[in-house]
């Protein structure tokens, strides 16, 4: 089993900056791609980011240049650098780690940026 803890969320201003954390503890395979996602009200979850474990990165068009994901394997922790928010990014974001066949999923941290 592996479970994710997520923090760093909260509410900011327009053009303001988070960082996001999520710590993976548990059974931990060396081969895996860990990332975030994030589900507004009324709309279904999308993947915003993911990192592997190699280091390759791949992120939503509308948070390229924006949004910055990184990982500390010796920490088992992936980050996201969210910058220059918009009141359109507001939404519960989500850590998620796939290996092998399994998939896991964080609780969710509330993102909210005001115009």
């Known amino acids: 089993q592996v479970q994710l803890v997520e923090s760093g969320g909260g509410l900011v201003q327009a053009g303001g900056s988070l960082r996001l954390s999520c710590v993976a503890s548990?059974?931990?395979?060396?081969?895996?791609?860990m990332g975030w996602y994030r589900q507004a009200p009324g709309k279904q979850r999308e993947l915003v980011a993911r990192i592997t474990s190699g280091g390759s990165d791949y992120y939503q068009d509308s948070v390229k240049g924006r949004f910055t994901i990184s990982r500390d394997e010796a920490k088992n922790t992936v980050y996201l650098q969210l910058n220059s928010l918009k009141p359109e990014d507001t939404a519960v974001y989500y850590c998620n780690l796939a290996q092998s066949t399994m998939v896991y999923w964080g609780q969710g941290i509330q993102v909210t940026v005001s115009s």
């Open positions: 548990g059974s931990i395979f060396s081969v895996n791609v």
